[in-house]
């Protein structure tokens, strides 16, 4: 079947609820498409959470896309078991100074592309990574995360994934999670220096290289 979720305005107040658009797409008929869009949401524990971990066959065609959720107190948005996937131009901002949280959760997510996302303040990771990943793309990152939360791995992570576009703060490689030959990200610019580095080489966490001399 088909679920469209759409121009829905949820504003809580804090603690109010756990979460702002929650789908449970555990049923045993193909889920043809899941598309949640233009939603706003105020001060949930999780944003939006997509799950199928009992679907058969797996959920595909999910599209979660052009979505505000701001006074995030866990995770913006959760996609977990699904093909076929868009999460793209979604604005997330977390209002915790303590304790965990996170931008977008993906776990088991294979032909994915992630675009255009905007994650603010997230104390945890902006991007966590978990279960097993294929053919899934990171492009056009946009965060304020320090060094070392842009992305990290859950316990059981496992695939590949590649990332474009995304600046790299503190100048140093990516240490954790598997990445594809011709990713590439944006790194401090000093001189001399390199404008970005690029992985050259598939593994974990691949080999990386400075691209775009600065003398």
Not at 13 to 41: C, F, L, M, R, W
Not at 100 to 108: F, N
Not at 122 to 129: I, P
Not at 190 to 200: F, L
Request: glycine share 12%.
């Amino acid at each position: 079947g088909n679920s469209i979720l759409r121009y829905n305005d949820a504003n809580g107040t804090t603690g109010q609820y756990a979460y702002g658009i929650y789908v449970d797409a555990n049923i045993d008929k193909p889920i043809e498409v899941v598309s949640i869009h233009n939603n706003t949401i105020l001060s949930p524990l999780f944003g939006v959470y997509f799950e199928a971990y009992d679907s058969t066959p797996i959920a595909q065609n999910l599209h979660i896309t052009d979505n505000i959720v701001t006074d995030i107190r866990s995770t913006g948005i959760v996609a977990a078991i699904a093909t076929l996937v868009s999460i793209s131009r979604n604005h997330l901002v977390s209002n915790i100074t303590v304790g965990t949280s996170t931008g977008i959760s993906l776990s088991s997510i294979t032909n994915g592309i992630v675009k255009d996302n905007t994650t603010r303040d997230f104390l945890t990771t902006h991007y966590k990574l978990d279960g097993t990943m294929g053919d899934v793309v990171l492009d056009s990152c946009d965060h304020n995360a320090p060094f070392g939360k842009v992305v990290t791995v859950g316990g059981s992570y496992a695939g590949s994934q590649k990332i474009v576009n995304t600046f790299w703060p503190g100048g140093g490689n990516p240490t954790v999670g598997t990445w594809v030959q011709g990713s590439y990200v944006l790194t401090t610019v000093t001189s001399p220096g390199y404008i970005g580095i690029a992985c050259s080489a598939t593994g974990t966490p691949g080999t990386w290289t400075g691209y775009g001399a600065v003398i």
